[in-house]
């Protein structure tokens, strides 16, 4: 089955009773090979590189991001940073909301998704977010 909801996220759900289990998945389209000329960003970087070059690489992209517009940080929790031998440096909550902040950007909301904080221990799928707004 697959639905498209209004806010333009795609639902596909694939029924297999062989087994009783639940699978779930979360693909965004969010990276260089989904990019449009003048609407540029990076996708799930910033945990792959010491804390110093992340503020670094904000800083470096804020000034293709129109005065008003959304910054959108997103980082692995726990689980799934200890998943992968790539990543460098562990964000927090406080540390998205920094490396914001250190760019001029306005924190508007800092939440984790898709379930509660807790659930980033285990679950390696469970981000953090932090959304800000570039200052006028």
């Given at each position: 089955?697959?639905?498209?909801?209004?806010?333009?996220?795609?639902?596909?759900?694939?029924?297999?009773?062989r087994?009783?289990?639940?699978?779930?998945?979360?693909?965004?389209?969010?990276?260089?090979?989904?990019?449009?000329?003048g609407?540029?960003?990076?996708?799930?970087?910033?945990?792959?590189?010491?804390?110093?070059?992340?503020?670094?690489?904000?800083a470096?992209?804020?000034?293709?991001?129109?005065?008003?517009?959304?910054?959108?940080?997103?980082?692995?929790?726990?689980?799934?940073?200890?998943?992968?031998?790539?990543?460098?440096?562990?964000?927090?909550?406080?540390?998205?909301?920094d490396?914001?902040?250190?760019?001029?950007?306005?924190?508007?909301?800092?939440?984790?998704?898709?379930?509660?904080?807790?659930?980033?221990r285990?679950?390696?799928?469970?981000?953090?977010v932090?959304?800000?707004?570039?200052?006028?």
């Amino acid at each position: 089955t697959e639905r498209v909801l209004g806010n333009g996220i795609k639902v596909i759900v694939i029924e297999d009773h062989r087994a009783p289990t639940v699978a779930h998945m979360v693909w965004y389209r969010a990276g260089s090979i989904d990019e449009v000329n003048g609407r540029t960003g990076v996708a799930h970087v910033l945990e792959h590189m010491p804390r110093a070059d992340a503020a670094a690489l904000v800083a470096e992209w804020l000034p293709r991001l129109r005065a008003g517009g959304r910054v959108v940080l997103i980082a692995p929790q726990e689980a799934g940073f200890r998943s992968d031998p790539t990543h460098v440096e562990f964000l927090d909550e406080a540390a998205l909301r920094d490396l914001l902040e250190g760019a001029g950007c306005a924190v508007e909301r800092a939440y984790s998704f898709p379930f509660p904080r807790v659930v980033g221990r285990m679950f390696p799928y469970n981000e953090l977010v932090a959304v800000g707004r570039r200052h006028s």
